[in-house]
C-alpha cells in the first residue's frame, strides 16, 4: 500500500495513536487503513467411500490437487462460500455440510474453513480454475502432489476420523502439526 | 474506495475478465483490490458458575455489556486474537480455549469466532476500550443491555449446553437465530 485509497496521497506507516501496531495511515486526511486476515473456504465433498479432488489449472501450485476451496467473498456466510467454491471449481453439488476444520496459516494472514459435505450425485466436471476434477479411494489420494498443507491436513484427520465415523470439528494452526507422520 | 492503494490514480467498479463480481479495479497499474470479510476473534471466560463481561467505552454500542472480542490481525492465529482482545479489553488471562461459535455476520461481512475459556484467576480490570468489567451469575446477565446479537447468541447457547456439559462446535449464520426465545 503506497497511496491513501480514499483521498490519493501517499501513506506512511506508524502506530496510530492509542493503537499498538503499525498501520498504513494518510496523515491528509487521517484514515488509517487497516489489513485483516482473509478465510479461505473449501469442502471435502464425500462420495460413498470417494473423496473429490481438483487439479490446478492456476497458480500458485498449478497441476497439484487440492480440495475444492478459495477466499470467502463479503456478504457471503463462510458455508456459501464453501458452497459456491465447491460449484466453481468442480461444477457440482453438495448437501449436508457440517463444520470439520479450521486451520490457521498465520505466516500468509489466512484462515482455512474445511466443511465436511456430501456430494448429491455424480454431476462434476472441471470448472475454468481447475484442469480435471475426479473421485479418490484412500489408496488413491495422491499426497505428494496436493496443493496445499491444509488440503493435506485436512485429508489426513478425515481418513483418522472415519475409522471411528465420529468427526470433531477441529481447530489448528499450522505449521505445527505439518509434519505429522499419516498412519 | 476511490484510488488506487498502489498507484494513487482513480479506481472504477467492473467486473474484471474471468470474474463474476463487481470489484475496483486500477485502470493505469491494473490492480484489482478484492475486499474481504473480517473475522472477529473473542472468549467467553468462565470462573466457576461466572462468565466474565466487559461494558465497552468506545462506539459501536458504548455503555453496553459484551464478551471480550475484536477484529483478529494479520500474522496471528484465531486463538491468539481471542486470548489478545481478553487481554486488552479486560486485562484478563484466559487458559484452555475451546473452539465453540462460529457465527457469521454476512451483513457486515464479519465472522465471530468465540472460544470457551477458563479465566486463569480473578485479576481483571477495565482494559482501555471498556468502562468495567465483572463476573456474572447466569441470573444476573444484563440481557437487555448486550452490545451485539452474536454475543447474546454466544451466551444463549453456552447456558443451554451447561445444563449437559456438552458443548458442541457450533457454527450458524445471523439472522436466523437471532429471534431465538430464551428457554
Redesign the interface.
Known sequence: ???????????IQRIPE?DS?VR?VCDHCQTI???????VAGCLPVWGTKVLLCRRAIEPRLGFWTLPAG??????????AARRETDEEACATVNNLS?YM?I?V??I?Q?H?FYRAELANLQFAAG?ESLEVQLFEEADIPWSELAFPTVSRTLECYYADRITQLY??R?E?LPPSRGIKKT
Chains 1, 2 share one sequence.
Do not use: W
Open positions: 500500500m503506497k497511496f491513501c485509497s480514499h483521498c490519493g496521497n501517499p501513506v492509542g501496531r498504513f487503513h487497516y489489513q485483516n486476515p482473509n478465510i477466499f470467502m467473498e463479503n456478504g457471503e456466510t463462510v458455508e456459501q463444520l479450521m490457521d498465520p505466516h494472514s484462515v474453513v475454468i470433531p470439528v481447530s494452526a
